[in-house]
């Protein structure tokens, strides 16, 4: 049976949506360390309640979070922040 052209557009949609969405959700953030001896700018990435992912000049780097202080648009409201999580599983 032959999907319909209207459902199969608006599955490429969404899997271009899901593949570009990094690039275009990323902002800037600065994390610097608790004694301000450290600073690295770039575009965050994931925040995943431990670990800062940024996109830097230098590449990819992962921060541990309770190592630094984060400043700029991008920082995740750390009040807020609640881990989610779905498993799923099959019946035998």
């Known amino acids: ?3 319909p052209l209207a459902a199969v557009l608006r599955a490429v949609l ?4 899901l593949t570009l969405s990094p ?3 990323a902002q800037d953030v600065e ?3 608790q004694d301000g001896s450290v600073t690295l700018e770039g575009n965050l990435i994931a925040y995943d309640g431990a670990y800062y992912r940024l996109e ?3 590449g990819p780097l992962t921060v541990a979070a309770e190592g ?3 400043a700029g648009p991008g920082c995740p ?3 807020g922040f609640v881990a989610e999580a779905r498993i799923a599983a099959r019946r035998p």
């Open 1 to 3: 049976m032959p999907f």
């Open 31 to 33: 994390l610097r360390s």
């Open 23 to 25: 690039a275009l959700w």
């Open 56 to 58: 830097t000049v230098y």
């Open 14 to 17: 969404i899997c271009l949506s």
């Open 77 to 79: 409201d750390l009040g």
């Open 68 to 70: 630094v202080r984060c």
